[in-house]
């Protein structure tokens, strides 16, 4: 799988968008991309994924470049709430052995301040 | 809620002992993950089950064990406790096995070994 690297920290207002880069300039065409949240110590939370048209659903947008390189979340209107660890995943549909599994790094911490 | 139930929600030990940590997935979701996420290895995938049958296997100790049962709820075994396995373990379960299904995660448990 695709080597996904983020910032390590980002900082957001209350109430602007948040929009937090994913660089995955190893991607292969079967490769999916993958948003998760942790909000501290509890358990990971699904947010979106995307091939390769940009995604949005009732939590965020997913934004992939032409060349599936890299991608931004968008959180449109961040709330206190959405301070969490951001984890850009990239995972390959390919059969067998442990692709059905996630391999999460470091991810962004996001900060949304008042 | 994402659906997935965990069970204890902490649990304190002593070390050589052993414990069961119980995962009820969402309904309609045939395959089970466990992860493990301690301070300083983050988020580790440890196995996955699906429709009874393992499927993958991660950085799973060999003191360590699962199973998916017939109704589909999964038991991580843990025996011959060490102060290190003293962690978070969530479970997450998925409608299939692969990419490009999302996971759901459980609240977690945490353990802590004394």
């Known amino acids: 799988d695709a080597k996904t690297t983020q910032p390590p920290s980002m900082d957001c207002a209350e109430g602007r968008a948040a929009n937090l880069p994913c660089n995955h300039s190893t991607i292969s065409g079967n490769e999916y991309v993958y948003w998760y949240r942790q909000i501290h110590s509890q358990g990971p939370q699904y947010i979106i994924h995307g091939l390769k048209n940009n995604e949005t659903n009732e939590m965020a947008s997913l934004i992939i470049t032409e060349d599936r390189k890299s991608s931004t979340l968008i959180l449109p209107h961040a709330t206190l709430r959405d301070t969490a660890v951001y984890y850009c995943i990239v995972r390959s549909m390919n059969y067998g052995g442990s692709q059905g599994n996630l391999i999460f790094g470091k991810g962004t911490k996001l900060s949304v301040k008042p | 809620d994402s659906g997935v139930t965990q069970t204890p929600k902490h649990l304190i030990t002593a070390t050589g002992q052993r414990v069961t940590l119980r995962c009820s997935p969402r309904s309609g979701d045939l395959s089970v993950y466990w992860y493990q996420q301690s301070l300083d290895q983050g988020l580790q995938f440890l196995i996955q089950y699906y429709n009874g049958e393992e499927r993958a296997k991660g950085n799973i100790l060999e003191r360590f064990s699962a199973q998916q049962f017939p109704d589909l709820h999964s038991e991580l075994n843990l025996s011959s406790l060490e102060l290190g396995d003293s962690a978070l373990y969530f479970c997450?379960?998925?409608?299939?096995?692969?990419?490009?299904?999302?996971?759901?995660f459980g609240p977690g448990t945490r353990l802590t070994v004394t």
């Open positions: 997450a379960s998925s409608v299939g096995p692969e990419v490009p299904y999302e996971q759901y």
